[in-house]
T-cell receptor, first 113, second 111 residues
Framework: DAGVTQSPTHLIKTRGQHVTLRCSPI?????VSWYQQVLGQGPQFIFQ???????GRGNFPDRFSARQFPNYSSELNVNALLLGDSALYLC????????????FGQGTRLTVV | SQQGEEDPQALSIQEGENATMNCSYK?????LQWYRQNSGRGLVHLIL?????REKHSGRLRVTLDTSKKSSSLLITASRAADTASYFC???????????FGTGTRLTVIP
């Protein structure tokens, strides 16, 4: 079975642009979580979706938004990019409980210049 | 903000030696997990220990949890060069729908 897949793997954007990151969960998994990992730090929670509804949101500005589609895949959108948004964005999927059975994708490395 | 803190921040050992990493956290938890990350890529789940457990083993991994001190340790025995990676603890906090990660320990195993 395929694991969690994220696309693209690398991305370079200019300040002020917007970006869309995509995540396909493991087949059968209905929960998707997004994390941001800045270089040298641990991942920080951005969003959690379950059954297409937002179930949790971290301390991130409204420039960050996400959604989950009927096939349980998910998109993370970031508007008006700042240099500080440069990070590895990780997606995690789980059957239901995002805290005990999370499988992470390889991440999208976003660089804002 | 980070929930936990790992120490040391970096650890360098010879192949065959044991590596011990510690994690401290701040609030009540349901469980604590350890993850491994190679070269800034995806996280790989290593082991989960529930709040009512004190010790757990998985292969060469041994995890302890002391809820009174709000701390955990990860021991990797007989280390190998392939164990070189960053290791993170993550807590499942009561009432939260997400994991809270620590700052990580960078382990280097020298062949």
């Amino acid at each position: 079975d395929a694991g969690v897949t994220q696309s693209p793997t690398h991305l370079i954007k200019t300040r002020g642009q917007h970006v869309t990151l995509r995540c396909s969960p493991i087949s059968g998994h209905k929960s998707v979580s997004w994390y941001q990992q800045v270089l040298g730090q641990g991942p920080q929670f951005i969003f959690q979706y379950y059954e297409k509804e937002e179930r949790g949101r971290g301390n991130f500005p409204d420039r960050f938004s996400a959604r989950q589609f009927p096939n349980y895949s998910s998109e993370l959108n970031v508007n008006a990019l700042l240099l500080g948004d440069s990070a590895l964005y990780l997606c995690a999927s789980s059957l239901r409980n995002p805290n005990t059975e999370a499988f992470f994708g390889q991440g999208t490395r976003l660089t804002v210049v | 903000s980070q929930q936990g803190e790992e120490d040391p921040q970096a650890l360098s050992i010879q192949e065959g030696e044991n590596a011990t990493m510690n994690c401290s956290y701040k609030t009540s938890i349901n469980n604590l997990q350890w993850y491994r990350q190679n070269s800034g890529r995806g996280l790989v789940h290593l082991i989960l220990i529930r709040s009512n457990e004190r010790e757990k083993h998985s292969g060469r991994l041994r995890v302890t949890l002391d809820t009174s001190k709000k701390s955990s340790s990860l021991l990797i025995t007989a280390s190998r060069a392939a164990d070189t990676a960053s290791y993170f603890c993550a807590t499942d906090r009561q009432g939260a729908n997400n994991l809270f990660f620590g700052t990580g320990t960078r382990l280097t195993v020298i062949p």
